[in-house]
């Protein structure tokens, strides 16, 4: 089973940025995404943005223009880089990890494993 380690969560004021790391046990080869989601109190977990083996990189409406997801292979980590927090970022993020599947020039993703999550908090 792949464990993944999120790290580098924390509060911060709105306008401010965090860089959120994810250190995953899997080997780097072909055929796999990973991902970040986050979970607000009450509410659904939502993706936010992900990346694969293809270099695809896909994000959600709610990150565009303002994180920016990468993944170093040789530190088998992946980064999300949030810049502009606003208050309604705050949520607990996760790392997912799983495989890739189909055309390998879109990004489709079938995850399979989580980490535990790292608490982002954005006040105003």
């Known amino acids: 089973q792949v464990q993944l380690v999120e790290s580098g969560g924390g509060s911060v004021q709105a306008g401010g940025s965090l860089r959120l790391s994810c250190v995953t046990s899997r080997y780097t080869a072909r055929d796999y995404c990973m991902g970040w989601y986050r979970q607000a109190p009450g509410k659904e977990r939502e993706a936010v943005a992900h990346?694969?083996?293809?270099?695809?990189?896909k994000f959600e409406d709610s990150a565009k223009g303002r994180f920016t997801i990468s993944l170093d292979n040789a530190k088998k980590t992946l980064y999300l880089q949030m810049n502009s927090l606003k208050p309604e970022d705050t949520a607990m993020y996760y790392c997912?990890?799983?495989?890739?599947?189909?055309?390998?020039?879109?990004?489709?993703?079938?995850?399979?494993?989580w980490g535990k999550g790292t608490q982002v908090t954005v006040s105003s």
């Open positions: 990346i694969d083996s293809y270099s695809n990189i």
């Open positions: 997912a990890a799983g495989a890739h599947y189909g055309d390998t020039r879109s990004l489709q993703c079938a995850y399979s494993d």
